[in-house]
Nanobody, 124 residues
Framework: QVHLVASGGGLAQAGGSLRLSCAASGRTFREYRMGWFRQAPGKEREFVATISRIGGSTYYADSVKGRFTISRDNDNYTVNLQMNSLKPEDTAIYYC?????????????????WGQGTQVTVSS
């Protein structure tokens, strides 16, 4: 497993932007596919975005496609989530996660390392 620490959450107005970062420990970072998930109060954890081990392939939930961008820096062991055109329904705790699964996966059960979560609140 890899240790993950997420940061960058906060309060934004609708239409605004936030950038989340997730720092990973260890030089094994490039062996992991990375993902972002979110969980709103009273709701199940839902998939947001995922990126392949070398960053050549990304996949997004329909709800964020065209607004969010996932990226990674394997030299600095970080994965980022740029969130633009934020909506109140984006309000949630956001989690970064890692999996050794090669294929694109949106199933949180396939991710075995998780960051502590960072709160994103979007006001209308």
């Amino acid at each position: 497993q890899v240790h993950l620490v997420a940061s960058g959450g906060g309060l934004a107005q609708a239409g605004g932007s936030l950038r989340l970062s997730c720092a990973a420990s260890g030089r094994t970072f490039r062996e992991y596919r990375m993902g972002w998930f979110r969980q709103a109060p009273g709701k199940e954890r839902e998939f947001v975005a995922t990126i392949s081990r070398i960053g050549g392939s990304t996949y997004y939930a329909d709800s964020v496609k065209g607004r969010f961008t996932i990226s990674r820096d394997n030299d600095n062991y970080t994965v980022n989530l740029q969130m633009n055109s934020l909506k109140p329904e984006d309000t949630a705790i956001y989690y970064c996660a890692a999996t050794r699964t090669l294929l694109t996966t949106t199933d949180h059960r396939e991710y075995d390392s998780w960051g502590q979560g960072t709160q994103v609140t979007v006001s209308s």
